[in-house]
Nanobody, 129 residues
Framework: QVQLVESGGGSVQAGGSLRLSCAASGVSKSWMGWFRQAPGKEREGVAS????????YYADSVKGRFTISQDKAKNTLYLQMNSLKPEDTAVYYC????????????????????????WGQGTQATVSS
């Protein structure tokens, strides 16, 4: 049974930090990613990582502030979010897919939500000004 369970969301003031976790089980995966969805907006990609080789991609809006990482022994994905801004407020989702490492290079783009088949239930992160 595929299961992705996010945790670590919460409320912080602007400039603060949060670390999101995603525990994965029962899912065959090569890429994992974080997406977010703010009220009234489309779900957007935040960061993704090729778990077998460490290739990473970041949305321009979070480069230099967010870091995606993994603990293979714990089968857990992380998103360290620093220097948070009110516009980072959203429900954050963990996702997994089983695409080849070269898929983003072939498509000349980072992975998109349509590329992912397994999703968690989401965790809320709220940043106040």
């Amino acid at each position: 049974q595929v299961q992705l369970v996010e945790s670590g969301g919460g409320s912080v003031q602007a400039g603060g930090s949060l670390r999101l976790s995603c525990a994965a089980s029962g899912v065959s995966k090569s890429w994992m990613g974080w997406f977010r969805q703010a009220p009234g907006k489309e779900r957007e990609g935040v960061a993704s990582i090729y778990i077998r080789g460490g290739i990473t991609y970041y949305a321009d809006s979070v480069k230099g502030r967010f870091t995606i990482s993994q603990d293979k022994a714990k089968n857990t994905l992380y998103l360290q979010m620093n220097s948070l801004k009110p516009e980072d407020t959203a429900v954050y989702y963990c996702a997994a897919t089983n695409l080849a490492w070269w898929f983003p290079l072939q498509r000349c783009r980072s992975l998109e939500k349509a590329d992912f088949g397994a999703w968690g239930q989401g965790t809320q992160a709220t940043v106040s000004s």
